[in-house]
């Protein structure tokens, strides 16, 4: 309950987040439940590249190794 609530408060904010796999994606948050997270104008990112995904990007939350907010 207590991380949806921290979601909750950083709805439509950029985030990097690295799944367990190593695989990274950049997005804005824009929904999520109990088993997933949401993203709007998806980014793969790799240490070279920045590749822009099609439509949303729906992440599995038990996946998600850690979910970072790049400062502007």
Request: charged share 35%; glycine share 4%; hydrophobic share 40%.
């Given at each position: 309950?207590?991380?949806?609530?921290?979601?909750?408060?950083?709805?439509?904010?950029?985030?990097?987040?690295?799944?367990?796999?190593?695989?990274?994606?950049?997005?804005?948050?824009?929904?999520?439940?109990?088993?997933?997270?949401?993203?709007?104008?998806?980014f793969?990112?790799?240490?070279?590249?920045?590749?822009?995904?099609?439509?949303?990007?729906?992440?599995?939350r038990?996946?998600?190794?850690?979910?970072?907010?790049?400062?502007?």
């Amino acid at each position: 309950m207590r991380r949806d609530r921290l979601l909750k408060s950083l709805l439509r904010e950029r985030f990097v987040i690295t799944l367990k796999s190593g695989e990274a994606f950049d997005g804005l948050l824009d929904r999520w439940d109990e088993s997933t997270v949401e993203l709007l104008n998806p980014f793969a990112v790799t240490e070279k590249s920045r590749v822009q995904v099609d439509g949303r990007m729906y992440l599995p939350r038990a996946q998600i190794a850690y979910m970072q907010r790049p400062e502007a």
